[in-house]
């Protein structure tokens, strides 16, 4: 998976979707179009910052790019964690078995290799609804105090996203959430026809670029070359 989601859907709608509380007012979140590493973005988790269990289910802002509490600040810090891998990797083990989390978005990025260059595409569930990624989360220390990072799980692409991209995160529906966040439980894979990708404005690539025109189709004959 590619290092870019959009999530613009209230906050206080999510929370009310997955039986959250929500964020707090001491640590707003705005509408982004282009979130991309290192951005402070909501997670759902049931995990409270010293790893406390059991805690009621919340919205909290995370940073995006996986930090161990053993490890020093580096401009290297994954925001992917592979899937099939995540439970045996010394960065990612204890994360994954205390502090599971649950990244909202409306949609993420992926780019396709063409002979006109990279082009990016925008995949969103085909029914309209949020997409919750799997994520795993790890708190350390810096000067700026103590920060909680995040990666996200990814997983081999299905027919709906493989011929833009081999990768894709680790997507659930609202019930999948308790048994990841609870248990560790793995959602089912994703049934073809879940997905809708199309290509966009090559905007999305100035990461200072952010407003609602990036998720618009881009119509253009690629679209019928490429099978978008």
Known sequence: MCGRFSLS?????????????????????EPSWNIGPRRWVPVISQTGPDSER???????????????????????????????TVQEKPMFRASFERRRCVVP??????WMTTPNGKVPFFHQQRNGDVSYMAAVWDGSYAEEGNVETFALLTT??????????????????VSELEP???NGTLPQPLHPG??????????INRTE??????????????DHEYGA
Not at 66 to 72: D, G, I, L, T, V
Not at 105 to 110: D, I, L, S
Not at 209 to 222: E, I, R, S, W
């Open 54 to 84: 059991n805690v009621p289910r919340h919205l909290r802002l995370m940073q995006w790019g996986f930090r161990p509490s053993w490890a020093k600040p580096s401009n290297r810090e994954p925001i992917n964690a592979r899937v099939e």
């Open 194 to 203: 879940t997905i809708d990708r199309y290509p966009v404005s090559r905007e």
């Open 180 to 182: 990841w966040l609870a």
């Open 9 to 29: 859907t209230p906050l206080t709608d999510i929370a009310a979707m997955v039986e959250s509380e929500p964020l707090s007012d001491v640590t707003p979140f």
């Open 156 to 173: 081999e692409a299905n027919e709906d996203c493989r011929d833009v991209h081999h990768r894709m995160p680790v997507l659930m529906t």
């Open 105 to 110: 978005a409306n949609g993420w990025y992926e």
């Open 209 to 222: 670029t952010d407003h609602a025109g990036l998720v618009l189709p881009l119509k253009t004959l690629f």
